[in-house]
């Protein structure tokens, strides 16, 4: 499996980058040397909308990928074991304790 909570962080950055673009509109309509028109401000602005849509759908499957998964710092089998637990079964200490002890940890 790719990295899935590096693959959220580099959406999530991206995304932010609509501030930043935002700016460059404003500073290029309001102190350009180039008048810019209304015409061109509208789609300029309609681009950036439909631009980070598409960004923020991105971000969304990524994120909805880590919910699925069951989290970002977990590995693979913490996430499966944890969805074979019946949490409406009161727990046994010693079942806990066998679920969580490492090889090394059993071992002594």
């Known amino acids: 499996m790719s990295n899935i909570a590096f693959d959220l962080e580099e959406k999530i950055m ?9 700016k460059l509109v404003y500073s290029e309509y309001c102190d350009s040397a180039e008048i810019m028109t209304e015409d061109e401000l509208a789609n300029i602005m309609i681009g950036i909308e439909y631009l ?10 990524s994120y909805e990928k880590i919910c ?14 944890a969805r074979l ?21 059993d071992k002594r």
């Open 14 to 22: 991206d995304c932010w980058n609509v501030t930043s673009d935002i």
């Open 52 to 61: 980070y849509e598409r960004k923020f759908k991105r971000l969304m499957k």
């Open 68 to 81: 699925s998964h069951g989290g970002v710092f977990l590995d693979k089998e913490v996430v499966d074991n």
């Open 85 to 105: 637990v019946d949490l409406d079964k009161p727990v046994d200490k010693q079942e806990w304790d066998s679920f969580f002890l490492t090889e090394s940890e």
